[in-house]
């Protein structure tokens, strides 16, 4: 089984490009959808109601940085804090642009970081690449969690 691509995005319109944008990809891993930064720790860290989730990190996080209760890089330094989570790949998915928000995703441990294209179609071809790459090419580090990227 393969693992899931958690996408954490409170806003409804992007959710759903993101959503078509991934499933016109024909990625197979399944899309965990979280809509705010303390649902995705909770997910991350089995905690809450994700206490009882299946084990394992997903294949990557997709995540936006303005988000309610928990912003993307509060949400972002707690993963790279945390030994079980730090090898995880994330990706910044968001409209700003400003300097200090990219700066910072990039010190706090940022895989990539994206801005979302106003243009559908180069939205749908980012959101592909981005996919592609981080559940089916991307090589995680040797004794990280990755295991059964492909075989679990």
Do not use: C
């Not at 996408?7 to 993101?18: A, G, H, I, N, S």
């Not at 928990?70 to 910044?92: D, H, K, Q």
């Amino acid at each position: 089984m393969l693992k899931p691509i958690l996408l954490v995005e409170d806003d409804k319109r992007d959710l759903e490009l993101t959503l078509v944008a991934l499933e016109r990809s024909q990625l197979a891993n399944d899309v965990v959808i979280l809509r705010d930064g303390a649902q995705a720790l909770d997910y991350l860290r089995r905690e809450g109601e994700y206490a009882e989730r299946a084990e394992g990190n997903p294949a990557v996080i997709l995540l936006d940085l303005k988000l309610p209760k928990v912003t993307g890089l509060e949400v972002l330094e707690t993963v790279r804090n945390n030994p079980l989570l730090r090898s995880i790949p994330v990706v910044m998915l968001t409209s700003s642009q400003q300097e200090s928000d990219v700066l910072k995703s990039y010190e706090l441990g940022v895989n990539a970081y994206v801005v979302k294209p106003v243009d559908f179609k180069q939205f749908v071809a980012a959101i592909a690449d981005l996919g592609v790459f981080w559940a089916v090419l991307n090589e995680p580090p040797p004794g990280s969690t990755k295991a059964h990227r492909r075989y679990e």
